[in-house]
């Protein structure tokens, strides 16, 4: 290998190079050329015969250089080739370097123009699952009452009737027991009846049996009432339970813990109202209302033009239910409620028949990523 | 019930628009529906809570309004014209059953002309949804709306010697209600008789015999008080609900019974003429004892946290009959803390018993929007149930493999649960269900599972990946069992054919690497040939927990395959089903095992090589034998022993199969030489050939 000008594999002597004063030029002229030949190299397979030529570890020249020139010169030219070597060589190395760069760079555009990537068409999609909208709508209410402290709770859904109503103030015959329309299993006789229970409120006699005061705790879970099914009736659907019994828990600690619920759920413009209402195992009772959160309160279809929304039932625990699991209803006071989350997720994403939850249809799941 | 605003204006002086007082006492607890015009008037659709049979009239919702708006309710206390004869010289009352009737009242109205009721009467009655009869049977009904209390008109001449016999039913009595029908009474009923045989049920509706008709004269009029249980049972028992039936079985007013009679009767004469013999025949064993209330500020302020001014509690308490009287020491001291009021339970509140009761009394009236809102304080930890963060981990799990969450009720065919029942399972059955198709608890999570997928593929919606994590139920004994399952179904295609790959169906090995990915949660799974029978016999397995957690875990965690021909076709399934089923708390308490025993291992700082094997083996030789095989030598080196391809056919001779193990070799103290690489290979390729007759391809 050798330059086209200067010839790298005669010695200096061979090139009538005696003086120290003549490597200067040589390797001006040297490097003039290795200029030329880095302008020359403009795209890969060129930048590497480049790069071979020039730094190529046995012919290339700057190795010959060192082979050919420096190795054989006498001892008063080979302190001004060394030197003059040692400066070219980062040059060289340097703009080497550099022409690739530019290379693969100017490779890079051409390629982005030729083969640009169409980002209408689809990545590799793997597929993906999702949770159910009721399981979201719990998570969802358990995190806020997390947040308050709560400890979350569950009981069994097939109960006796002391569980399910008595214990909680409902004794048999009580009108409030129609609007709790109930199956039972079918037992052989002489057994405890069974019942599929209509409410969660049972697992409050069961966590007061269990514990000492305080008590805040929320109950997920399944529920059964014996009606016909329609778009707003499920006979299984899904409550949470919330209770709360310490001996500083008021009405008015009641009402925050509504409101809270209420903004966190549905949107902290969302207003909170109370009515006073009746169930047999809270006393005062009330409806809780919240502002329509479609129309903001001046009517809609879902408020049904009235600008509330009824939520659900609530209240001050009754002192007679403390009498059932030996709790002072002198000293100690609380309040319950019992959330429809299937309710509160057709509200909140304006679902319009229950049923839909429980068909398991994809198109509605994948709804709900 | 309904309400018309110009009735209820009869008891109180009320000037507000009707919309305001709907607002006013929907707020208060009586809840109004609706606000609608009436020829006789704006309506008032009020839904009643139980507790408040008081408001079944409108004096009592006017009582409501009195002490809404502060304004005086009037008496509706009246004196009547009577003639000289008195009412107990032709009728006699006498109680048979006093546990089940309380007050009976009798008045007579002799020489009535029955006719069609007045306009102004009818346009009332049928506002509220009635239909006029006649004169006298309006004018009971009519006093029924007015005052809450339901009275009853019998034709006096139709009454065996003109008596009254308050007893419990004769087993086998028979009567024909007014309605016409034929009803079959028991001795739990309370009757109305006369000298001879029933004449009504009590409270619930009287008998066709002794009804008002055009051409009777004679009046005696039934005004009582019977005893709700016994009204409930006996209305429930027939199927026969009235506006008096309602009205008792929730608790009439005792008090009012007498009042209700006279109104009664002045009404009855002002419509029909006649005169009203003297006096009520009036018989009262369940005369109520008065009961005193004790109602404190210290109790309100425990209950409600907020206070109430002492000239709000008793203008509360006193306009709704309570007669609240100051008994503490310094009764001059305004809103004392130690403020108490003895009050009386008002005959018509059946409901108030306790100092609870007025607390309630009170806020509802003073307003519960009037109590300020705070948050409790917080004391104890929060606290997930103890399996909440095993089982997020596995949904994520089952979400990341491309897994919908669904949610079904648990109501299944006995028919379709029998399908996928092991024969020692009892089932729970409901005693009412709403239809035989929903009469079962479901006994597993893939009877519901393959309606969910029957449901989707109808609606063509052919690729599926469902899962549910719910509860299954049966009965051990008498015992109902609820055990938590996690259902999978999957069908269809587990890629879809797209422009960056081809389309791929799911089988059998899609569920079971599935379900190892979920195992390895719990420390992994070991699996089984063999399956329930709703499972294809040669796509049928079983699954254990690698290490159980506790003894009773090592039973089978659960199984899983293809769903078999014979139920497939039952759900009309055209295309290949897959299902698994598996119990959670075992893997729920193998995760926390899990967890707890997760330790760091050191990372070889030394290179992995990996050396390929072909092998050419005999059908029905399995993987589990080749690592087996391997793992025997004792290498240390092997750190994992993995199928990379198996196939048959092709240059591959019959009764064999080509299998492709990669063996991948790791030393944490070196990194391997060519010469130690060579002896492993050797001798793992002795030991396949020796014990498993392996044949090494060439590669
Ligand atoms: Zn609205």
Same mark, same amino acid.
């Given at each position: ?31 003039? *050329?290795?200029?030329?030949? /880095?302008?020359? #190299?403009?795209? $890969? !397979? @060129? ?5 071979? %030529? ?38 060289? *190395?340097?703009?080497?370097? /550099?022409?690739? #760069?530019?290379? $693969? !760079? @100017? ?5 982005? %123009? ?256 | ?699």
């Amino acid at each position: 290998m050798t330059t086209k000008t200067i010839s790298v594999t005669q010695t200096l002597a061979q090139l009538g190079v005696t003086r120290p004063t003549q490597a200067s030029p040589l390797f001006a002229a040297l490097r003039r *050329e290795f200029d030329r030949d /880095a302008e020359a #190299a403009r795209e $890969e !397979a @060129g930048w590497k015969a480049f790069r071979d %030529a020039w730094l190529g570890r046995k012919s290339g020249v700057l190795a010959q250089i060192t082979e050919n020139w420096l190795k054989p010169a006498p001892p008063e030219l080979k302190r001004a080739v060394g030197q003059a070597l040692n400066e070219l060589r980062p040059h060289v *190395e340097a703009v080497v370097e /550099a022409r690739r #760069a530019a290379i $693969e !760079a @100017g490779a890079e555009q051409a390629a982005a %123009a030729r083969e640009r990537v169409d980002l209408s068409l689809p990545g590799v999609e793997r597929p993906i699952g999702s949770r159910h909208l009721i399981r979201q709508t719990f998570e969802e209410i358990e995190r806020i009452f997390l947040a308050l402290g709560y400890t979350v709770v569950e009981g069994p859904e097939i109960e006796t009737p002391y569980y399910n109503f008595e214990a909680l103030n409902i004794p048999e015959h009580h009108p409030a027991r129609d609007t709790m329309d109930t199956f039972y299993l079918h037992l052989p006789p002489g057994i405890t009846p069974r019942l599929l229970r209509t409410h969660t409120s049972p697992v409050q006699v069961h966590a007061m049996e269990a514990q000492k005061p305080p008590v805040r705790i929320i109950v997920p879970g399944k529920v059964y009432r014996r009606d016909n099914p329609d778009a707003t009736h499920s006979f299984m659907f899904h409550q949470v339970e919330g209770l709360a019994v310490d001996t500083d828990i008021t009405f008015c600690e009641f009402k925050g813990t509504v409101e809270y619920l209420v903004t966190q759920f549905f949107g902290p413009t969302v207003k909170t109202r109370l009515r006073p209402s009746y169930f047999p195992f809270t006393e005062p009772s009330a409806e809780v209302d919240a502002s329509c959160h479609v129309c903001g309160g001046s009517g809609c279809r879902t408020c049904k033009f009235s600008g509330w929304i009824e939520l659900f039932g609530a209240g001050m625990v009754d002192p007679a239910v403390y009498g059932f699991v030996n709790y002072d209803a002198k000293r100690l006071s609380g309040f319950a409620f019992g959330l429809g989350v299937d309710r509160f997720a057709m509200l909140k994403y304006g679902i319009n028949d229950i049923q839909l939850f429980f068909q398991n249809d994809v198109r509605f799941l994948r709804q709900f990523p | 019930m309904k309400l018309l605003y110009n009735w209820i204006q009869e008891f109180v002086d009320v000037a507000a628009p009707a919309e305001e007082v709907r607002a006013r006492l929907s707020l208060a607890g009586i809840a109004i529906d609706a606000l609608e015009d009436s020829p006789a008037g704006p309506l008032l659709d009020a839904d009643l809570t139980t507790n408040r049979p008081d408001c079944l009239g409108h004096y009592g919702v006017a009582r409501e309004v009195a002490a809404l708006y502060r304004l005086r309710l009037k008496s509706v206390e009246m004196a009547l014209k009577e003639a000289a004869q008195k009412g107990d010289e032709v009728t006699r009352v006498e109680i048979e059953c006093p546990e089940l009737c309380g007050r009976y009242t009798a008045r007579v109205i002799r020489g009535v002309k029955v006719a069609p009721s007045p306009d102004w009467l009818r346009q009332r009655l049928e506002a509220l949804g009635q239909t006029p009869i006649n004169n006298v049977v309006d004018a009971t009904n009519y006093v029924l709306f007015e005052l809450g209390h339901p009275l009853h008109a019998f034709d006096l001449n139709q009454l065996a010697k003109g008596r009254i016999v308050v007893r419990r039913a004769r087993p086998g009595e028979k009567m024909k209600t007014l309605d016409g029908f034929e009803r079959a009474l028991t001795p739990e009923m309370c009757l109305i008789a006369d000298a001879a045989r029933a004449v009504a049920v009590a409270g619930v509706m009287g008998g066709a015999e002794s009804e008002i008709a055009f051409e009777s004269r004679n009046v005696l009029l039934e005004s009582a008080w019977f005893d709700p249980i016994s009204i409930r049972r006996t209305s429930k028992a027939l199927g026969l609900r009235t506006e008096a039936s309602t009205r008792f079985e929730r608790g009439a007013d005792p008090a009012m019974a007498e009042l209700a009679s006279r109104r009664c009767a002045a009404l009855i004469q002002q419509l029909a003429g006649g005169e009203i013999l003297a006096g009520v025949v009036d018989v009262y064993p369940g005369r109520p004892q008065p009961r005193k209330i004790e109602f404190t500020r210290k109790e309100l302020l425990r209950v409600m946290g907020g206070d109430v001014p002492d000239k709000e509690i008793e203008g509360i308490l006193s306009a709704l009959g309570f007669a609240p009287r100051r008994v503490d020491a310094t009764p001059g001291s305004r809103d004392s803390l130690m403020a108490a009021w003895e009050c009386r339970q008002p005959s018509w509140r059946a409901d108030a018993t306790r100092e609870i009761d007025l607390v309630e009394e009170v806020a509802r009236h003073y307003g519960f929007d009037k109590f300020p809102a705070r948050l409790p304080t917080v004391k104890q930890a929060a606290a997930r149930l103890p399996y909440a963060e095993a089982e997020d981990r596995m949904r994520e799990r089952l979400i990341g493999l491309g897994y919908r969450e669904i949610v079904t009720i648990p109501h299944v065919d006995p028919e379709r649960d029998t399908l996928f029942r092991a024969e020692d399972i009892t089932p729970a059955r409901l005693a009412n269900p709403l239809a035989e198709d929903a009469s079962m608890l479901r006994t597993s999570g893939a009877v519901t599972m393959a309606a969910a997928l029957e449901w989707n593929l109808n609606r063509g919606q052919r690729n599926l990946r469902l899962f549910e994590i719910g509860q299954t139920y049966e009965l051990n004994g008498a015992q109902p069992v609820e055990t938590r399952v996690l259902t999978l179904g999957v069908t269809g295609l587990a890629r879809e054919k797209s422009i960056h790959e081809e389309a791929r169906a799911q089988t059998s090995a899609d569920l079971k690497g599935d379900l190892d990915q979920i195992g390895q949660l719990a420390g992994g799974l070991l699996w089984e040939p063999g399956g329930p029978e709703w499972l294809h016999p040669a796509r049928a397995a079983r699954f254990h927990l690698e290490h159980p957690a506790a003894p009773a875990d090592r039973a089978a965690l659960g199984c899983a395959g293809q769903l078999g021909r014979r139920v497939a076709e039952r759900f009309k399934l055209r295309q290949d089903v897959f299902l698994a089923e598996l119990r959670l708390d075992p893997l729920y308490a193998g995760d926390r095992a899990a967890r707890t025993a997760m330790r760091y291992a050191p990372l070889s700082r030394f290179p992995a090589v990996e050396r390929d094997f072909s092998l050419i083996l005999a059908d029905g030789t399995r993987l589990a034998q080749v690592v087996e095989a391997i793992h025997t030598l004792g290498i240390a080196e092997v750190s994992s022993i993995e199928a990379v391809d198996l196939f048959r056919g092709g240059q591959i001779p019959a009764g064999k199969f080509s299998l492709l193990v990669r063996v991948t070799f790791l030393s944490p103290d070196a990194t391997l030489t060519e010469a130690q690489l060579t002896g492993f290979t050797a001798c793992i390729v002795a030991a396949l050939e020796q014990n498993l007759g392996a044949v090494l391809r060439a590669t």
